[in-house]
Nanobody, 122 residues
Framework: QVQLVESGGGLVQPGGSLRLSCAAS????????MGWYRQAPGKERELVAT???????NYADSVKGRFTISRDNAKNTVYLQMNSLKPEDTAVYFC????????????????WGQGTQVTVSS
């Protein structure tokens, strides 16, 4: 079973910054893509950013230029640096890992963290 543990959420004023961390319980060799999703009250869960094992990144249009996703392979950790935060960014942020096909039998197709709350308010 793959476990993902998020941290770094909290309350921040508009224009502020936060850095979210997601630590995986397995080696990155088991993981194809890691990403961040978020779910705001009354809205469906949406993709925020992803990064592949080849370090290719993808961002939602709403966060481009403000958020940066990165990986630390040695720590089996993915980060989301969030700058210029807006009230619209308020949501529970979930870490996601898509498992490589070779390891699906062991770990399943994907894993989700429990989420960390980000609240942007003055």
């Amino acid at each position: 079973q793959v476990q993902l543990v998020e941290s770094g959420g909290g309350l921040v004023q508009p224009g502020g910054s936060l850095r979210l961390s997601c630590a995986a319980s397995v080696s990155i060799i088991s993981i194809n893509t890691m990403g961040w999703y978020r779910q705001a009250p009354g809205k469906e869960r949406e993709l925020v950013a992803t990064v592949t094992s080849g370090d290719t990144t993808n961002y939602a249009d709403s966060v481009k230029g403000r958020f940066t996703i990165s990986r630390d392979n040695a720590k089996n950790t993915v980060y989301l640096q969030m700058n210029s935060l807006k009230p619209e960014d308020t949501a529970v942020y979930f870490c996601n890992a898509v498992i490589k096909n070779l390891f699906v039998r062991l770990y399943g197709t994907e894993a989700w963290g429990q989420g960390t709350q980000v609240t942007v308010s003055s």
